[in-house]
Structure formats: structure tokens, C-alpha cells
């Protein structure tokens, strides 16, 4: 079965999920297709009922949610908790400014005649989500969609069924009619057929760029609008004027926090040769003071990745680095115990030759480079497939604007790392992908931007 929940603290399975058949999925999507027609037509104020007690019971039962979080993929019970927190928030502001967000827009044509453009829902929003925030990167889909008229589907990831499940049944909770939002228990080779069906008007996806290649390729063959949120591995640019203790904690923050399976985590820290040898004795004993164990355990500072699968991959790129000549500073290895469990590790000497240069380090590694200045440091930032978020410290703000400006991605954060909030656009370029999600701008992806003309 590919679904399956496993608890990656000690490997054993907790509960398996049956796929859906075919004609499973064919109905589903009757259903969805259904409750589209019904849907679109309510008010504002219907749908902002649902947003509203979605985030209302996930935040009466963040224990709950959580737990199922940490549980499947081994996110700390604490970052769990502020996962379920952030999904509420997102819930809460699109009940409240949707409406606003999207209230027709009034043109003046030269011709003297009137004019406006209104922002109409075009269908079911099929979905692709990975298991590194399996809330978070729903409620950013559905919040938006929901509150527009859309209806949504979701293929989510493999691993986290329960919190799949666990989504479904709030939406359901909430008072969303069956079909607005659906869970499906589907194999990779389903999605075309999905993707391919013509009341499936639009496909978002957030995973590998593999996968994001693939389900872009379908969905452009179907021409059908697509948005990716893909990788990362964004730059950490440390300037000779930052302030080291901010950078430190930050930085440890920033690589760390979900075990450094985040896709916005700070991945190439990037440090002016001046600072460099203070910065790397800092960072590096931050990292000496992690707590490896039990993510159910407040008191544990470093858990597990998200699967055994997950860490080996981890342990083999670390592996090939060091092969072709970088030098583990601290960490290195998987330790000698049972879970999904890799040492916080920071790599030095890493030459572009490394095949590791450009690949993207999905758990808690640092890549860390010196750099002679700021030119080099913005060169070295941009020498990256990725686009996706980064950082600058100094501090001398207008100067970490200017070298902001130059980084080539699609989010940069001054004197802390690349992060979210429901009202801040959210989204990359390059192999990171195309669109935005969250603010005002991530609720008019998926929409039909209807243009009316009045002749006087």
C-alpha cells in the first residue's frame, strides 16, 4: 500500500490507508464537480462561516492536529503546534479580506465608455501536496480557492494520510458541503487522468521539481493553468557588518526549524571572509548543543526526518560531499540508533566541482562558504538553479536592501530568515517554480479575470 503511516521516531508502521479504485476516483470527482455548481453561487458570507470555524477547530483541538503531525513526518510537538496556529491564521485572514481582495475592479477606457473587470471561480482546483507541513500547504490552496468559489481536490503526500484524513473531516467539520473539499487516496499514476478531466480547470502543485515537471507537462497538455512551488536552497548572506549573535541564532533557526526540511530553509550560508572563522565557531557550537530524540519530548531540540528513506538520502549526499572534498565541521554520519535520524551537520570546502554544489540539501546540513565580499557573495547567492527565498544580514538596512534587490529569487528577508505569514506573498523563480500563494496576490491564480464593457 502506498499509503501508509509510519512514525519515523522508532520506524514502525502505525496504520495503512486502500487506495482509491478508478471508478472511486471518477465519482469523487462527479461529486466535486457537483457541489462546484452549488458552490460558486453562495455568498461571502457563507463561505467566510466555514473559514471561520475551520480555524476555530483547529484551534480548539491543536493538540489533536498536531499530534498526527508529529506522529507521521517527526515534526517537533512545539513547531507542530505553531503549524496548526499558522493554518488558522491563514483560514481567519482570507475570511476576512477575500471579499475585499476581490471586489470588481472599475476601468476608465479612452474611449470614454465604462468598463470593469470581476474575478469569477472557473471549477474544481486539483492539487499535489508534500508532507513537510501537511496543513499549512493545504489551507494555503483551499483557503484562497474556498473563498473564491472554487472547489478543491488533493493528492496528498503518501506519508501523512492521517493528517490527510485528519483535513478532510475539519472542512467537513466546518459545515463545507461534500465535495468542496476532497482527500484522495490516490497513486502517482491516477493524477493524469485527473489533471485530464475536463471539469479539472486548474492544477497546483508543491513538491520536487521532478514531480513539478511532470504534473506541468500534463496540465500544459491539457491547457490548463498550473502553479509550482518547488525546491530551494536559498542563500544565508552573512555581511562583515551583521550582528553575529542575531546571525547565529537566526541562522540555527533558519536551517533547523522542521529539521531543516523546509523548502525556504536557510541552505547556503554565504559568509564574508572577514566574519567567517568567528561565525562558523559560533554557528558551529549552536548546532553542538542540538538534543537528539523523541520530537513528542519538549525537551527534544533535533528529531528525526520525516522518513528512513529521507535520512539515508541525507546521509548518502553528506557521503558524496566529503568524497569529493568537503570537510564535515561537526556531524557527518546517521547515528547509532533506531529512527529516521541524521546529525546537524555543517560542510565546509565545497568546490563548485562537488556534485553536491547545486543539489538542494533537504534536512540539516549546512553548506557553508567564505566569500572575499559582498560582489561575491551576491554572485555566489545566484549561482543556483533555485529561486525560491534568502537572506541578508547587516546592519546597515539600506545596503541589505541594495544587495537584496540583486539576489535573483523570489523572496529575500533583511536580519532574519526566509519565512511566511498569511499576508505576505509566497513564491519562487527558476527550478523553484511560478505563481504565489498567501496575500492578496495567491487569491487571483485561479480565477477568470472577467472583463465587462458597458457601450454608453
Known sequence: MAYKSVNPFNNETVKTFQELTENEVAAKIDEAQAAYLKWRKTDFATRRQVMKKAASILRDKKA???????????????????????????????????EKFLAPKTLHPKDGHK?????????????????????????????????????????????????????????LDAGAPKGVYTNLY????????????????????????????????????????STLELGGSDAFIVLEDADLDSACKWGLWGRMNNTGQCCVAAKR????????????????????????????DRSTTLGP???????????????????????????????????????????????????VFYKEFFGPVVMFFRVPDEKAAIELANDSDFGLGGTVFSRDVERAKRVAKEIDTGMVFINRPTWTAPDLPFGGVKHSGY????????????????LIYIEK
Open 305 to 355: 526526518l520525516s522518513s528512513e528513506a529521507a535520512a539515508q538520502e541525507i546521509a548518502d549526499m553528506t557521503a558524496e560531499a566529503v568524497k569529493h572534498g568537503a570537510k564535515a565541521v561537526i556531524g557527518g554520519k546517521r547515528p547509532n540508533r533506531s529512527g529516521a535520524f541524521m546529525e546537524a551537520t555543517i560542510l565546509t570546502d565545497i568546490t563548485k566541482q562537488n556534485p
Open 269 to 296: 550560508f554565504i559568509v564574508v571572509e572577514s566574519v567567517a572563522d568567528e561565525y562558523l565557531k559560533r554557528l558551529t557550537d549552536c548546532f553542538s548543543k542540538l538534543k537528539m530524540g523523541d520530537p513528542m
Open 115 to 171: 468598463a470593469y473587470v470581476e474575478y469569477d471561480p472557473i471549477g474544481i482546483i486539483f492539487c499535489v501536496e508534500p508532507w513537510n507541513f501537511p496543513y499549512y500547504q493545504l489551507v494555503r490552496v483551499v483557503a484562497t480557492n474556498l473563498m473564491a468559489g472554487n472547489v478543491v481536490m488533493v493528492k496528498h503526500a503518501s506519508i501523512v494520510p492521517q493528517c490527510a484524513g485528519a483535513f478532510e473531516k475539519l472542512m
Open 435 to 450: 505563481g504565489r500563494e498567501l496575500s492578496d496576490e495567491g487569491i487571483f491564480e485561479f480565477l477568470n479575470h472577467k
Open 64 to 98: 489533536e492536529f498536531a499530534h498526527y503531525v508529529t506522529m507521521e513526518m517527526g515534526k517537533l510537538i512545539a513547531e507542530a503546534e505553531a503549524e496548526v496556529d499558522l493554518t488558522a491564521d491563514i483560514f481567519d485572514y482570507y475570511a476576512e479580506n477575500a
Open 186 to 225: 490516490v497513486l502517482s499514476q491516477h493524477t493524469d487522468k485527473i489533471i485530464s478531466d475536463r471539469r479539472v480547470r486548474g492544477v497546483a502543485l508543491t513538491g520536487s521539481e521532478k514531480a513539478g515537471s511532470i504534473v506541468a507537462g500534463k496540465a500544459g497538455e491539457n491547457l490548463k493553468k
